[in-house]
Each structure stands twice: as C-alpha cells, then as structure tokens.
C-alpha cells in the first residue's frame, strides 16, 4: 500500500505536521480561509493552545509555545541558481499536489491574499511548482499533477 512502510509485524502511517506558532488561532484560521482547510479541534495541550487543521490526507497540528519555551526564527527563502531552499537543518517545507491547473488555483488563492514566495514555473520537465508563504514563515510547495 502507498504510504505504509512495514517494520515486522508493525507498520508507520503519515500522522501529522506540527507546527509552534505565535498566533495559533490567527494561523489556524489562515488555513481555513486561504486553504479550504477544516479546523477540527482546540484544546490546551502542555500549557499551550494547540489547534488540529485537517486536509484531505494531511493534519496539521497548530500550537502555542509551552512553558519554559522560547522558540528561535526560522531562516527565510534563499533564492540558489534554480531553486530555493530555507538553507537549515530540519524540514525546509511540506507540500500539496494541485490537481488541476496551477496556474489557475495560484490565480484564486492571489485574489484572497495569499503570499507568493516563488510564482509557478516548470521545476523540470512535467512538474509545475509554486511556493506561498503560510504564517510563522511556514513555506508551502504547490505542485501541479500531471
């Protein structure tokens, strides 16, 4: 099955992303309005307000900093020769596929606001990418389906 890797008799899933945000509710919100994402959950989870986003096969999990934590920034975009990257340690960004043109998608989601870190262009041949700029400098590969 896509997805499942199979250690012996046990076997992982793709769970979730979690992300600290200064603003959970603020960047939960962003998700359900620039995305089309659901918010399913608030709780308060450790001392922090956490938020479950959901997408179709993709949970997102927005929280507060804890206590005792001081969350550092993350490095913006840098622009390379042809590409770009957050040039550190640790996840550079996730993405969605776009089935559909995504050229189009990109077009409504700049009428609602949404930041473009990277307009689409052909990554290579056949593959159609964009980036958007999510709250807490969270960066978001779209990628069109061929």
């Not at 959970?24 to 938020?51: H, N």
């Not at 949404?114 to 400098?137: C, H, L, M, T």
Request: hydrophobic share 40%; glycine share 8%.
């Amino acid at each position: 099955m896509k997805g499942i890797i199979k250690l012996d008799e046990a076997k992982i899933v793709f769970d979730h992303i979690h992300i600290i945000s200064e603003d959970p509710k603020s960047a939960a919100a962003w998700y359900e309005e620039m995305l089309d994402a659901k918010i399913t959950k608030e709780s308060v989870v450790r001392g922090g307000i956490q938020i479950s986003v959901a997408f179709e096969g993709v949970n997102l999990l927005i929280r507060s900093k804890r206590p005792g934590e001081e969350p550092g920034r993350k490095n913006s975009l840098h622009y390379f020769k042809d590409y770009v990257s957050h040039d550190q340690w640790g996840t550079d960004h996730f993405g969605f596929i776009v089935h559909g043109k995504l050229d189009e998608f990109c077009d409504r989601l700049k009428a609602k606001g949404v930041k473009f870190s990277v307009e689409p262009y052909d990554f290579v041949p056949g593959v159609r990418i964009s980036y958007i700029e999510a709250p807490d400098n969270v960066s978001i590969e779209l990628v069109q389906a061929r």
